[in-house]
């Protein structure tokens, strides 16, 4: 059982650049979310989603979008990267009933320059 | 308004000597508390939750947590750490007003150990 899947598992990229991160789980959870993790500011969040075809913005959603078209599929899209985008995301899913438990992909480490 | 504190960025103890790391929460509902773990490069691993059941809270390899509800505290224990168990730990509560399953993170704490 893979979990949750991310990738590009790092990246380099040039600021204007345009960039999608993506994210496939495998556990059939309802709901699913993007957190950038940043040095001494613990995990925030970015987007979630509670179902396929919904989204919301969570705590720092400027300059990221994201969809859901399908149950698996989460990806985040910078669409014009900037240095402060620099950080490392992770994807994290969770089951309806699960008791808050999110479980969280391995992280994608994106360097803006 | 729901928020946590853990209350040390850093924390160095010697392999076979007990950990504490501390975390204190704030929260207008009976709140949902957990702690994860995050190994160097590494995504987040769920070590235990607390959900009213029960204040003593065992989780994996061998930690605990106590809920205090007088003291707003939900500190994290080992009583003899590994050299594995360096890494870093986040202190996180549940948020259950932004209609999803909103997760508070501490900053996280450090956890360094000496052989």
């Known amino acids: 059982i893979a979990g949750i899947t991310q990738a590009p598992t790092s990246q380099i990229l040039a600021a204007g650049r345009r960039m999608t991160l993506r994210c496939t789980q495998d556990m059939r959870h309802n709901a699913m979310y993007w957190y950038r993790q940043d040095l001494g500011l613990g995990l925030r969040l970015i987007h979630y989603s509670n179902t396929a075809g919904t989204t919301g913005k969570g705590e720092v959603p400027d300059g990221y979008s994201v969809s859901r078209a399908n149950t698996d599929d989460f990806p985040l899209t910078l669409a014009s990267a900037v240095p402060s985008q620099t950080s490392v995301y992770f994807c994290?899913?969770?089951?309806?009933?699960?008791?808050?438990?999110?479980?969280f992909g391995a992280g994608t480490r994106l360097s803006v320059l | 308004a729901q928020s946590v504190t853990q209350l040390d960025s850093h924390v160095s103890v010697s392999e076979g000597t007990p950990v504490l790391l501390r975390c204190n929460y704030s929260?207008?509902?009976?709140?949902?508390l957990f702690w994860y773990v995050q190994h160097p490069n590494k995504g987040l691993q769920l070590l235990l939750k607390y959900t009213s059941a029960a204040t003593l809270v065992k989780g994996i390899n061998g930690f605990e947590a106590e809920f205090k509800k007088s003291e707003t505290s939900f500190h994290l224990t080992k009583p003899s750490a590994h050299m594995s168990d360096a890494a870093e730990y986040f202190c996180v509560v549940s948020d259950p007003s932004g209609g999803y399953n909103k997760l508070i993170f501490g900053a996280g704490t450090r956890l360094a150990v000496h052989p």
């Open positions: 929260s207008s509902y009976s709140p949902s």
């Open positions: 994290a899913s969770s089951a309806s009933g699960g008791g808050g438990i999110q479980y």
